[in-house]
């Protein structure tokens, strides 16, 4: 299985460090935040990643190169500058992605989702016709109300009314034909893709429990270094 990290983000909640550095080179614990996505993708043997970037890419390249100081192998998907959103990104890098589902992290989480978990899911969407898998987090206090709701039979749907309502972590595996309509090149957001998949019975997901920190002001940087050496790696 394939991974994609989101990294095309502005970071403009975590200004002025965001100004001359892309927020995925941010460091916790001495280490760039989308650096320890690196290391427990490899610890769960996947090591073909697809990269996108906008903002100030062109670091992202320099500091992370082929991924050989980590074992895996990047390949980069440029995006123009401001970016193509989440939907938009990853069709665009469909091509590099292949036909098979595949692993996507936001680059500004902090995550102990299990990894190789993530690959026994994509296997299961193969063959049960479900166009995603989505992990799903207690409610930070930036996001009270959730975004989605998770049923007993494993389904999420798209309204918080009903069944217990989530944050969506940021992690997820998609089959690539949730994209089939989303045009390459262009902005494209992800949720109201996932809300009219969801609305047809086609997401599922479960809750995670473990660590999980969304990286996106300068204080919750300095959360995450309090919380990085829960990572096992």
Not at 47 to 61: F, K, P
Not at 165 to 190: C, E
Request: charged share 20%; aromatic share 6%; net charge negative.
């Amino acid at each position: 299985m394939k991974a994609m990290i989101l990294a095309a983000g502005r970071g403009e909640r975590m200004r002025p460090l965001t100004d001359t550095c892309p927020k995925p080179l941010l460091k916790i614990g001495g280490e760039p935040l989308i650096g320890w996505h690196l290391r427990r993708l490899k610890q769960a043997g996947i090591t073909e990643i697809v990269i996108n970037h906008a903002w100030l890419g062109e670091q992202i390249e320099h500091s992370l190169g082929s991924g050989s100081q980590y074992g895996v192998n990047i390949q980069y998907s440029p995006e123009p500058s401001g970016g193509l959103e989440t939907a938009g990104g990853i069709a665009t890098a469909l091509p590099l992605l292949g036909t098979q589902p595949f692993l996507v992290i936001n680059g500004d989480v902090l995550t102990d989702v299990d990894f190789r978990h993530a690959a026994q899911q994509a296997q299961t969407l193969s063959a049960d016709g479900t166009l995603a898998h989505l992990w799903l987090v207690d409610n930070p206090e930036h996001n009270p109300n959730g975004d989605f709701s998770l049923f007993s039979d494993g389904l999420i749907r798209p309204d918080t009314d009903n069944g217990e309502a989530l944050t969506f972590s940021g992690v997820g595996v998609y089959h690539p034909d949730l994209f089939q309509h989303t045009a390459a090149n262009q902005r494209a957001k992800l949720a109201p893709i996932l809300r009219q998949a969801m609305s047809s019975g086609q997401i599922r997901g479960e809750k995670h429990a473990g660590l999980w920190l969304d990286v996106g002001t300068v204080e919750r940087l300095q959360e995450a270094e309090t919380m990085v050496e829960q990572l096992a790696l």
